[in-house]
Each structure stands twice: as C-alpha cells, then as structure tokens.
C-alpha cells in the first residue's frame, strides 16, 4: 500500500482539520492515499513558503505477520 504525505528538511507534517499544521516524525505524520493526491499537492503551494524544502513523499507500507 502507498500513501503520500508533506516532508521538509524538519519533519513531516501533522495537519490539522483548522488547517493548521506542526512538524512532527513520520509515526505522527498525516498521511493520505492516491485518491487525494491532487489535494495534497494544493496543500504543499499553500505552505511550502512557510517551510523549507516542501515535498510530497510517497510512503511503502507493507504488513506481515511478525511472529509467525
């Protein structure tokens, strides 16, 4: 599975619903799927000039069992 979130030189971004944001690690991230890509991108030009070196990453998620 892949999802795609907002990453600077800082940390990640944790965006809230006021559209408010904080740096923040990965485990703390908003993530979003393919689906709201095109949001995601209006959401980087509306803040990449409050943070440095804005991008939109993509993100691998595989699960599998542990302990098996």
Do not use: C, H
């Not at 393919?34 to 070196?53: C, D, H, I, P």
């Amino acid at each position: 599975m892949n999802l795609y979130a907002l990453k600077s030189d800082d940390g990640y971004l944790k965006i809230a619903e006021n559209e408010t944001w904080t740096l923040v690690d990965i485990n703390k991230a908003s993530v979003y799927p393919e689906a709201v890509l095109g949001k995601l991108k209006v959401r980087k030009e509306a803040f990449k000039s409050q943070v440095s070196n804005l991008r939109i990453v993509e993100l691998t998620l595989v699960e599998k069992d542990y302990f098996a």
